[in-house]
């Protein structure tokens, strides 16, 4: 009964703490108005997640593992269509970026950034974490589902396509749809594979 209420606090706490930063910024976020909105003290508050740093970190995990669960998802639908696959899941993170501030933020924070510039110190830590992890999907899905392809270019392949996809977030030049389909041939003709992005993909 105890281990349920604790995660049932700790996710009521990491809802209430995403909607708070989405809506103010982070740095306008108060460790007392969270207990308050959820019910609980301020010392339940801290114990579980030690301090304000702390609870920024765990938002952001959340969001991040929530990500990932998402572009994996993506391309479970595609099989060993790399184009398809590749296009799909650019499209996913931009569109998510679109719709989630607080995943926006995450993927292209600065670490050389001022935390008082910014407000979002506790996920510089965990962007770089992220693109480790948006990388290592994708190279696997095309590891495991495209034949022929060396480990090591795949690899590098895939980071290269986060990296230009996070880069397109952070200066957009082009629509989603657009962005996606050109990032997918970059990848594509990188990797010696045939395929065109599909419209809308």
Known sequence: MRARYREHVRAEVLETAHDLIAERGWDRVRMSEIAQAVGISRALLYKEFGDKPGLGEAVALREAARFIEGIEGVLAHHGSDAAGGLAASVGFVLEEAENSPL???????????????????PL???SVRLLELASGSLAQWLTSHVAGLRE?????AAEALVRLTVSHLALPTRSRVDTARSITEVGLRYLGLSGTPEQGS
């Open 103 to 121: 995943l926006r933020a995450v993927l292209i924070s600065n670490r050389d950034a001022l935390p008082s510039a910014t407000g979002i110190l």
């Open 124 to 126: 510089l830590t965990t």
């Open 152 to 156: 090591d270019e795949v690899s590098d």
